[in-house]
């Protein structure tokens, strides 16, 4: 089974401060993603990777980097958290065209 | 630009009826996936079903099947004998098929809640 682990499940920062946020999958899969997810929203797309070194923006990627130095790893940075970037941030994964597998989701609060 | 519509916010259905899940889309490509997943309160995001847009049949997975209607751009979940494990949100999405990545666009989802 594919597993897509997230570095927390709950996170609680303060405004001004650098967040990383780490997602690891060990089934070789090219392609990762960072979402955001706010009610009534559904899932919007950060930042995604098709290889290693290699990213894309997505609709919503102000205020956030990535950085993908292993194909297995990819991390999700707020330079400088604000409380408008409290929700829950779910990373995923997948080969070409098929379905994503998503992490467990990391729930951060900034206050 | 892709874009995907669930206009029913929430729910009721009762136990081991079937409940229909609707989804608009709106694209100008011409090949792309449809998708649905399921969020249960624990949070993770469960796969249900895919349907590409040259599938000739609706796509069916046990007790999950898609209604595919390519001209009227819609891709509605139907969930047959609904049992109370199936109460959770359900996300409609979809993505462009030959692209670098398959960054999905997601609508906003329909909360269910399943009825004794």
């Known amino acids: 089974d594919v597993k897509v682990t997230q570095s927390s499940r709950y996170l609680v920062k303060r405004t001004g401060e650098k967040v990383f946020l780490e997602c690891v999958q060990d089934?070789?899969?090219?392609?990762m993603f960072w979402y955001r997810q706010d009610p009534g929203l559904g899932l919007r797309l950060i930042y995604f990777?098709?290889?290693?070194?290699?990213?894309e923006k997505g609709d919503i990627p102000e205020g956030y980097s990535v950085s993908r130095e292993k194909k297995e790893r990819f991390s999700l940075i707020l330079e400088s958290a604000s409380t408008n970037q409290t929700s829950m941030y779910l990373c995923?994964?997948?080969?070409?065209?098929?379905?994503?597998?998503f992490g467990p989701g990391t729930r951060l609060t900034v206050t | 630009a892709q874009k995907i519509t669930q206009t029913q916010p929430g729910m009721f259905v009762q136990e081991k009826e079937a409940v229909t899940l609707d989804c608009t889309y709106d694209?100008?490509?011409?090949?792309?996936?449809l998708f649905w997943y399921k969020q249960p309160s624990s949070g993770e995001m469960i796969f249900l079903i895919y349907?590409?847009?040259?599938?000739?049949q609706n796509a069916t997975e046990g007790r999950y099947s898609l209604n595919f209607q390519k001209a009227r751009k819609s891709a509605n979940l139907v969930i047959s004998a609904s049992q109370l494990g199936d109460s959770a949100m359900y996300f409609c999405?979809?993505?462009?098929?030959?692209?670098?990545?398959?960054?999905?666009?997601f609508g906003g989802g329909t909360r269910v809640l399943v009825k004794p």
């Open positions: 995923a994964s997948s080969i070409w065209s098929y379905e994503q597998y």
């Open positions: 089934m070789d899969h090219e392609n």
């Open positions: 990777s098709y290889d290693v070194k290699m990213k």
């Open positions: 694209t100008s490509d011409p090949s792309y996936g």
């Open positions: 349907q590409g847009s040259y599938d000739q």
């Open positions: 999405a979809m993505s462009r098929i030959k692209a670098a990545g398959n960054k999905l666009t």
